[in-house]
């Protein structure tokens, strides 16, 4: 570095001035540079959670403005908890639970427009879309609203499309997703282009587009209506896990792993994935990095999968693009991550966002709001813009036949007023059949797993049971019947 005493002249000249000041690290002012992660007391948070240890790279954890779903450890099949919000502290270990899938649960999401409703994804090949009532669980719940059946694999990841109310989509280890229109119930689009298991889904903001990372070592940007993929990267250098859009910026961020198995982050133009426009080495631990994008403030967090801290970056259309901010730490390892939709965060907190931490080895599920510190006690419409709410854009239909519309946009000042309750209409299917050698195929759907297959196996020998004393009672009464008959023949004309 030039110092004053190397100049040849007595006094520093305004060049010299400029050529020290280039030399010093960039510094860009932001207003969510202090930014502070608050983690809510012990009475605000959810105890005795028989959490799953299934090992399966996903949160198991959905979070909305009324209820908070986990999934469960249980014997024989594969269940969730749904709590409601205002349910802090320890858990009835009698808690009711969705218990209606014949595999391990996978991935569980709530639909962003109606609050009641969530769609679950299972190792026994189904995706099943379940309504809680108003204020919870009182019993156990068996019976989905819709049973998908289409993948012929394990459903892995699902989630709901960002504008439209009843289009779903489902990513199986069978290498296809599928596009369900739950207006009628049945799968409208299957997108068959990746070649191994995929890893993750995104949307962008209108849902116009699909990116994808796939264990095939791809990252796809696909129009999901065609199935056509508009651009696509084979990443040897950086081993995508994990992708997200960011909002409007025309971005991608992945997260993953370099060649040197340090996790990293990329920054990517969908336009163009020749190759990144940054990459960011983060540390040298082995799990997997979840990427979380806020698109109203334009930051990006990145919890670890068994860390215990979080840190969080502005992002920006400029250089360095990623700005490092802070970091959250924490003791206890989190399994998996929940974020509270915007319309459900402490606006006069200066609360930007809220996650919902899994501990497994505590059973606990702790919240924690990250906080923009503020002096006033006012509505600061500069961390809060406009942001998307709970009412649809458009329908199914509007969306498969091409139209694309922005999310509707609400303000959050003086408390988001819900528009009317919308209500969630289940299709009213008609009964099919296929009948072969007098056994109907659609209605006696082969088992898929040995659960099912031992289920079945009891409910038939109980069927037959049944069938054999309704025979010997039926035996029995033609024996009577008979015996009747033959009394009536041998009575004379004259007695008749």
């Not at 609050?115 to 189904?126: K, P, Y």
């Not at 599928?178 to 997108?191: C, Y």
């Not at 040897?236 to 992708?243: A, L, Q």
Request: aromatic share 8%; net charge neutral; charged share 25%.
């Amino acid at each position: 570095i030039l110092s004053f005493s190397q100049v040849p002249s007595s006094k520093p000249t305004a060049s010299v001035f400029l050529f020290i000041m280039s030399w010093r690290p960039t510094y860009r002012s932001s207003k969510f540079r202090n930014v502070y992660g608050k983690v809510a007391n012990r009475e605000h948070c959810y105890d005795g959670i028989p959490i799953t240890k299934n090992v399966h790279d996903n949160h198991f954890c959905a979070v909305n403005s009324k209820f908070l779903a986990v999934v469960t450890e249980s014997a024989g099949g594969g269940s969730f908890i749904v709590i409601p919000l205002s349910q802090c502290g320890r858990l009835d270990s009698h808690q009711p639970k969705v218990c209606g899938h014949q595999g391990n649960v996978l991935n569980i999401k709530w639909n962003p427009f109606f609050e009641n409703i969530i769609a679950s994804c299972s190792e026994d090949t189904s995706v099943r879309v379940w309504e809680i009532p108003e204020g919870g669980l009182r019993r156990n719940m068996t019976e989905a609203v819709l049973e998908l059946y289409g993948h012929s694999r394990r459903v892995g990841l699902i989630e709901w499309h960002p504008t439209s109310s009843s289009i779903l989509f489902s990513a199986g280890y069978d290498y296809k997703i599928l596009i369900w229109n739950l207006e009628i119930g049945e799968p409208v689009k299957m997108i068959d282009c990746h070649t191994d298991v995929i890893l993750s889904m995104t949307f962008n903001t209108d849902g116009s587009l699909l990116a994808t990372s796939c264990k095939d070592k791809k990252l796809r940007v696909i129009e999901p209506r065609s199935g056509a993929v508009i651009q696509q990267a084979s990443c040897k250098n950086h081993r995508i896990n994990r992708v997200v859009f960011l909002g409007n910026m025309k971005r991608l961020l992945t997260t993953g792993v370099s060649r040197w198995n340090t996790r990293q982050i990329a920054l990517w133009d969908q336009e163009d994935l020749s190759m990144p426009i940054v990459e960011e080495d983060i540390d040298g631990l082995s799990g997997l990095l979840f990427p979380f994008y806020d698109a109203d403030t334009h930051m990006l967090y990145l919890a670890g999968k068994g860390d215990g801290n979080i840190r969080y970056f502005e992002v920006t259309t400029e250089k360095p693009f990623l700005q490092y901010l802070m970091e959250f730490r924490s003791p206890a390892p989190q399994k998996g991550l929940g974020v509270m939709p915007k319309h459900g965060l402490d606006v006069a907190a200066c609360e930007v966002f809220r996650f919902y931490k899994l501990v497994t080895l505590k059973g606990l599920i702790e919240p924690i709001s990250m906080i923009v510190p503020r002096r006033s006690d006012t509505y600061q419409e500069d961390i809060y813009p406009m942001t998307p709410g709970t009412e649809p854009a458009m329908t199914a239909s509007e969306w498969l036949s091409g139209i694309d519309r922005d999310p509707v946009l609400v303000s959050l000042k003086d408390g988001y007023q819900r528009p009317n309750q919308l209500v969630f209409k289940a299709p009213v299917k008609e009964k099919k059949s296929v009948v072969v050698n007098g056994i109907d195929l659609l209605e006696n759907v082969p088992p898929r797993t040995e659960n099912e297959l031992l289920r079945m196996f009891f409910r038939q020998q109980d069927e037959l049971r049944r069938l054999k004393e309704e025979l010997t009672t039926k035996d029995v009464r033609i024996r009577q019947l008979e015996l009747e008959l033959n009394n009536l023949k041998n009575v004379s004309p004259n007695n008749v």
